[in-house]
């Protein structure tokens, strides 16, 4: 009985580990997929509008690092909860 619920325990561990990591790569992904977005929407308003290509690629800078930026905050818990449970 108690090897049983040993057994119990390792498997929940394991199992919280993939969770994480499965997290950190979701994080990762949405990361590149929205930076991507931000990418073609600067693109295709530059097109539109090429006199405020200055304005627009500052802007889509600033909005690709706050991605970065949250997405690396996502990928740390989930390396946290990886290392740390």
Same mark, same amino acid.
């Given at each position: 009985? =108690? %090897?049983f619920i040993t !057994?119990? $325990?390792v498997a929940g561990? $394991? !199992? @919280?580990k993939v969770g994480a990591a499965i997290g950190a790569a979701l994080a990762a992904f949405a990361a %590149?997929? @929205? =930076? @991507?977005?931000v990418g073609t929407s600067a693109m295709e308003a530059i097109a539109r509008q090429p006199e405020a290509a200055g304005n627009i690629r500052s802007s889509m800078i600033i909005v690709a690092g706050m991605i970065e930026g949250a997405s690396l905050l996502g990928i740390i818990v989930c390396l946290l909860a990886i290392l740390l449970k």
């Open positions: 009985m =108690i %090897g !057994l119990q $325990a561990v $394991a !199992l @919280g %590149g997929y @929205g =930076i @991507g977005k």
